[in-house]
């Protein structure tokens, strides 16, 4: 078993940042990937980035890209997504997954999940 825990969310005017953690605890694997999805409210969720953990290679969907950097400490077991530049419509419940495909944007593919953590911006 994974266990994923989220932090860092927040309330934050648009333009501005924040940074979400996901702390992994329990069965680890340095092959896996690793990536962030949200769920703005009355849609569905959605992929938002990815990185494997290994080699650290990343991949972004283009909404976020240039604004959202996905990063990991490996000696924290820890994911990181800084988000930078945001706007009202990055307003969801940001979660973490792992995956063992690299590169899949599709929920289906990824196995364990975080709770999520909740990011409002504000106009």
């Known amino acids: 078993q994974v266990q994923l825990e989220e932090s860092g969310g927040g309330l934050v005017q648009a333009g501005g940042s924040l940074r979400l953690s996901c702390a992994a605890s329990?069965?680890?694997?340095?092959?896996?990937?690793m990536g962030w999805f949200r769920r703005a409210p009355g849609k569905k969720r959605e992929f938002v980035a990815a990185?494997?953990?290994?080699?650290?290679?990343?991949y972004y969907d283009d909404s976020v890209k240039r604004r959202f950097t996905i990063s990991r400490d490996n000696a924290k077991n820890t994911l990181y997504l800084q988000m930078n530049s945001l706007k009202p419509e990055d307003t969801a419940v940001y979660s973490c997954a792992t995956s063992r495909y690299w590169v899949t944007t599709a929920e289906m593919d990824y196995n364990y999940w975080g709770q999520g953590t909740q990011v409002t911006v504000s106009s």
């Open positions: 990185i494997k953990w290994s080699s650290g290679s990343t």
């Open positions: 329990g069965r680890t694997f340095s092959s896996w990937t």
